[in-house]
């Protein structure tokens, strides 16, 4: 019988992939073994080398990305699945959690400030003018603006007044952005949730510099509010059908707001992260990984997002 092969696809990090192997390949006993993911030319013949792999940098490579795509499509379990993953984005996102009885922030997507490429004014007949001031009647000041497709912080801007919205929305080029309302928050939290089940909850500072943003001797939290923390977590990750991600929590007035759920490759390098977390990040996603690759593969389009929203709203009648 041969060995079941869960390969590891990553870029430029280094602590954790090889640390991951080595735990997967501690655990794997005599029906699993894990290693590098290589990666050639793709033929067309639907045939690949994997049970199982793990994406950690299809998001910067679209060649990847195809790959997975068709590896999913030929039976190779992918976490987290490429297919769903090409599709999403974080203002729909929002919808899910909120069918999720999740609490997020107020939110409006806005059009493109630049003209997407092979595109023209007369490309967005459909389009008409943005009502400013009921924008930002409906999400207070301050706000903050960022990608619906995007993360690491990048183009992210957060304003006070319409002057320094207009002067960020400027600098947005053809980005689909989101104005969202700002949760001045007493704590912060960041989730690790991995195949849908486990969670470790960390106190996080996301105003301190990157090496020192996880809080170290933070105060134990309310049982009741810890188990809150916990189901929303897990309630965003079942609706996305993510098996591996980081979920963030701001709390302002003791309701934890879903501030950022999509990171699908979230950062799990020790020196960012902390060697608690680490261990514990590379110790449960080896447990996760083996447990998937040993049971039945199911091929999933989507989490669980289109048996919790809605589809029978009224439809709203132009004023």
């Known amino acids: 019988m041969r060995k079941k092969r869960i390969g590891i696809l990553f870029g430029m990090e280094d602590t954790f992939p090889w640390a991951l192997i080595d735990a997967i390949n501690a655990r794997g006993g005599d029906d699993v073994e894990a290693g590098v993911v290589e990666i050639s030319y793709l033929k067309d013949d639907g045939v690949f080398p994997y049970d199982l792999i793990l994406d950690r940098i299809s998001h910067e ?27 999403d984005d974080k203002f729909f996102d929002n919808l899910v959690a909120k069918a999720a009885n999740v609490a997020v922030p107020k939110t409006v997507l806005l059009p493109h400030k630049q003209y997407p490429p092979n595109t023209e004014a007369k490309s967005f007949r459909n389009m008409r003018w943005v009502n400013w001031e009921e924008v930002w009647s409906y999400l207070g000041w301050p706000i903050f603006m960022k ?113 950022d759920f999509m990171n699908c490759a979230p950062d799990a390098d020790r020196h960012s992260v902390g060697e608690e977390n680490f261990e514990w990040m590379v110790s449960n996603m080896a447990e996760v990984l083996l ?12 989490g669980n997002w289109p048996t919790v929203l809605n589809p029978t709203k009224d439809v709203l009648q132009p004023v």
């Open 61 to 87: 490579v679209p060649f990847y990305r195809t790959y997975l795509k068709c590896a999913a499509a030929s039976g190779v379990r992918i976490v987290n699945n490429p297919i769903w993953w090409s599709a």
């Open 147 to 259: 990608p619906a497709y995007g993360g690491g912080w990048k183009d992210v801007y957060k304003v006070h007044d319409p002057k320094e919205f207009f002067a960020a929305y400027d600098q947005t080029r053809d980005l689909t952005m989101m104005a969202q309302e700002a949760i001045e928050f007493e704590l912060y939290y960041r989730c690790y949730v991995l195949g849908r089940k486990r969670v470790r909850i960390m106190a996080y500072d996301p105003k301190s510099p990157h090496h020192e943003r996880y809080v170290k001797n933070a105060p134990p939290m309310e049982p009741a509010f810890e188990e809150r923390i916990h189901r929303d977590a897990l309630a965003l990750c079942d609706g996305l059908g993510y098996d591996m991600n980081t979920v963030e929590f701001a709390v302002r007035d003791g309701v934890p707001y879903a501030i």
């Open 291 to 302: 447990e998937l690759v040993r049971g039945e593969k199911k091929f999933e389009l989507t």
